[in-house]
């Protein structure tokens, strides 16, 4: 959580989800807490069923324990995505992509440690994904480069 606060990636950041390792659908999250020692504190859930860390200097040093709750008769996989931090919709250009990739690979290095940037591959495009509940037509347009 902690690189999701660091400069030069301030439109994408790491997202913790869980996945029904069969259907690969996400896991809706039941419930969710930290707790270390006395201190006990819920994790508000989320309408994409992201797990959603807050992160404080207490946090930090605290170094809790995290606890999810997931549907019994599943079996859910953990999941860390890098993403953008605001959801796209409508007419996504080829130049919003172009920005997001190297704050991407910059996530990605920065979480893989010192000596990532020589071991992560390169990022070189994005997955949109889209609620089951939309419909309608999806157009691509060619960019000439």
Same mark, same amino acid.
């Given at each position: 959580?902690?690189?999701?606060?660091? &400069?030069?990636?301030?439109? +994408?950041?790491?997202?913790? !989800? !869980? =996945?029904? $390792?069969?259907?690969?659908?996400?896991?809706?999250?039941?419930?969710?807490?930290?707790?270390? &020692? *006395?201190? @006990? &504190?819920? #994790?508000?859930?989320?309408?994409?069923? *992201?797990? +959603? =860390?807050?992160?404080?200097?207490?946090?930090?040093s605290?170094?809790?324990?995290?606890?999810?709750?997931t549907?019994?008769d599943?079996r859910?996989?953990? %999941?860390m995505?890098?993403?953008?931090?605001?959801?796209? %919709?409508? &007419?996504?250009? @080829?130049?919003?992509?172009?920005? /997001?990739?190297?704050?991407?690979?910059?996530? /990605?290095?920065? #979480?893989?440690?010192?000596? $990532?940037?020589?071991f992560?591959?390169?990022?070189?495009g994005?997955?949109? *994904?889209?609620?089951? %509940?939309? *419909?309608?037509?999806?157009? !691509?347009?060619?960019? $000439?480069?």
């Amino acid at each position: 959580m902690k690189n999701n606060a660091k &400069e030069g990636h301030e439109d +994408v950041k790491v997202a913790f !989800f !869980f =996945v029904d $390792a069969d259907s690969k659908t996400l896991c809706p999250i039941e419930k969710a807490w930290m707790e270390k &020692e *006395e201190h @006990y &504190e819920e #994790l508000p859930p989320s309408p994409i069923n *992201e797990l +959603v =860390v807050p992160l404080d200097n207490n946090l930090k040093s605290a170094n809790p324990l995290v606890f999810v709750h997931t549907p019994e008769d599943q079996r859910c996989d953990f %999941s860390m995505v890098v993403m953008t931090t605001e959801p796209m %919709s409508g &007419e996504v250009s @080829y130049g919003e992509v172009e920005t /997001l990739l190297p704050q991407m690979q910059v996530m /990605l290095e920065d #979480l893989g440690g010192m000596f $990532a940037s020589w071991f992560t591959p390169d990022v070189e495009g994005i997955t949109l *994904e889209f609620a089951p %509940s939309i *419909e309608g037509k999806i157009t !691509f347009s060619m960019v $000439a480069q």
